[in-house]
T-cell receptor
């Protein structure tokens, strides 16, 4: 158990809908990263937050947004969902003493 | 952005065999890590190794930062080692993962 929690584990929804994925980092970790894993694209970095502020942005679509709250948990919002958004979404956290990333169990999103 | 190349893409071993996985980076990276994704999809941190050599049981890793590559050694492989091994590095705070090495260990 990495100490990073993600909810829900599975999500099935329809095209055009909006969903929110939630991540709680390890105790004491200030950074949260979001990744998308699909068969054709591999593991793609989406966005990173550090202590509530956006630190780096990767290949995140405009339909996607994220935020990190004062208690350091983070949410990833995916809107106007398309079939191609079906993927495994991971969050990871790292602390201020180490840059080692620890991954949560992921949320499997299926868009029908 | 940084390109990460992993080799080999696929590896099939008999239990007890040794193997070496390689990761090449197109540019200098920070925070180099190796991960194992098990058949259930869980990503497990193996090593944080921006430079030098580390060992953890049957696994060890070496990073030569000046030559922009890292190696992961698996000795006396077991069926539980099966899965996909990823390396990742950061450039300008952007983490980039390789495509992975898919390992199958047969009993």
């Amino acid at each position: 158990d990495s100490g990073v929690t993600q909810t829900p584990k599975h999500l099935i929804t329809a095209t055009g809908q909006r969903v929110t994925l939630r991540c709680s980092p390890r105790s004491g970790d200030l950074s949260v990263y979001w990744y998308q894993q699909s068969l054709d694209q591999g593991l793609q970095f989406l966005i990173q937050y550090y202590n509530g502020e956006e630190r780096a942005k990767g290949n995140i679509l405009e339909r996607f947004s994220a935020q990190q709250f004062p208690d350091l948990h983070s949410e990833l919002n995916l809107s106007s969902l398309e079939l191609g958004d079906s993927a495994l979404y991971f969050c990871a956290s790292s602390g201020k003493q180490t840059d080692t990333q620890y991954f949560g169990p992921g949320t499997r999103l299926t868009v029908l | 952005g940084i390109q990460v190349e992993q080799s080999p893409p696929d590896l099939i071993l008999q239990e007890g065999a040794n193997s070496t996985l390689r990761c090449n980076f197109s540019d200098s990276v920070n925070n180099l890590q190796w991960f194992h994704q098990n058949p259930w999809g869980q990503l497990i941190n193996l090593f944080y190794i921006p430079s030098g050599t580390k060992q953890n049981g049957r696994l060890s890793a070496t990073t030569v930062a000046t030559e922009r590559y890292s190696l992961l050694y698996i000795s006396s492989s077991q069926t539980t080692d099966s899965g996909v091994y990823f390396c990742a590095g950061e450039g300008s705070y952007i983490p980039t993962f390789g495509r992975g090495t898919s390992l199958i260990v047969h009993p």
